[in-house]
């Protein structure tokens, strides 16, 4: 990326550096940012809902309590300032997490078998059989439209395109094969794959990288997991270099 970037500043978080203090801290790096600099959020890990009456996603941290989410867990709309009110226009937003929470348990638990049988992990933290009772159909119907809301809310006030590991429908996995979740193994190698660079012009643009990503964790998970950008941000024209191995 050197060619094409004249500076590149990284922050990481790994394990037990996820925590909801560095990830807040995170904006402070792009203080110094400029209207042309591009900015990639990566975020992967697991996320889900608390159980109040207006319920809140949140993703958890490495020392987060499922069963605490309010006191443990980092509000979506934290996550969301880290690209607020910044200065480049050119924002995406990578987020490798699961909620699931519209899913019917039984087709919850024939999803989490199936990936047992393949060797994959769900990311996230729900278990098979924890309806709520009578009004779970709406419930999950609820939660399905609190997730468009959110997704649309956030590109809407931080002009990110936001590239989702899997469709509302769906679980996002990992496995300890590859060490990574499939979409974030994906993504890497759709920027060092001359494959994925279908115009041949040494960068992926948004569109190809969609295409790459989904149709290798589709393949990779059997079908299982399918990416998507379905909150863009069309003004946006963001090209990545493609590295050389």
């Known amino acids: ?16 550096e996820v925590t909801a203090e560095n990830i807040k801290k995170a ?31 949140y993703y958890l941290p490495h020392d987060a309590d499922p069963d ?8 979506f709309e934290d996550i969301e ?4 009110d910044i200065k480049p226009r ?18 919850y ?16 933290f729900r278990k098979p059989g924890k309806a709520r009772g009578t009004g779970a159909n709406k419930w ?8 468009r809301f959110i997704y649309n809310n956030l590109a809407r006030r931080s002009g990110a395109v ?6 509302g429908s769906e679980i996002s996995y990992e496995s300890s094969l590859i060490k990574n979740g499939f979409f974030s193994r994906e993504i890497i190698n759709a920027l060092t794959d001359k494959d994925a660079d279908k115009d041949s012009n040494g960068k992926i643009s948004i569109n190809e990288l969609k295409a790459y990503v989904r149709a290798a964790v589709s393949k990779d998970t059997g079908g299982l997991q399918n990416p998507t950008i379905d909150r863009d941000n069309l003004s946006q024209n963001i090209e990545l270099p493609l590295v050389s191995n």
């Open 90 to 107: 050119k924002k995406l937003f990578l987020l490798d997490t699961c909620e699931s929470g519209e899913l019917e348990d039984e087709v």
């Open 140 to 147: 999950r119907s609820f939660l399905l439209e609190k997730d």
């Open 162 to 167: 936001i590239f989702s590991s899997s469709l």
């Open 27 to 57: 904006k402070d790096l792009l203080k110094g940012s400029k209207v042309d600099d591009t900015v990639i959020l990566s975020l992967a890990g697991h996320g889900g809902y608390d159980k109040g009456t207006d319920p809140k996603y």
């Open 68 to 75: 605490d989410l309010t006191k443990t867990g980092v509000v």
């Open 109 to 124: 638990a024939q999803y989490l078998a199936l990936a047992k049988e393949r060797g994959f992990k769900a990311r996230t």
């Open 1 to 16: 990326m050197g060619a094409s970037y004249e500076k590149i500043f990284t922050r990481t978080f790994l394990n037990s």
């Open 81 to 84: 300032e880290v690209l607020t």
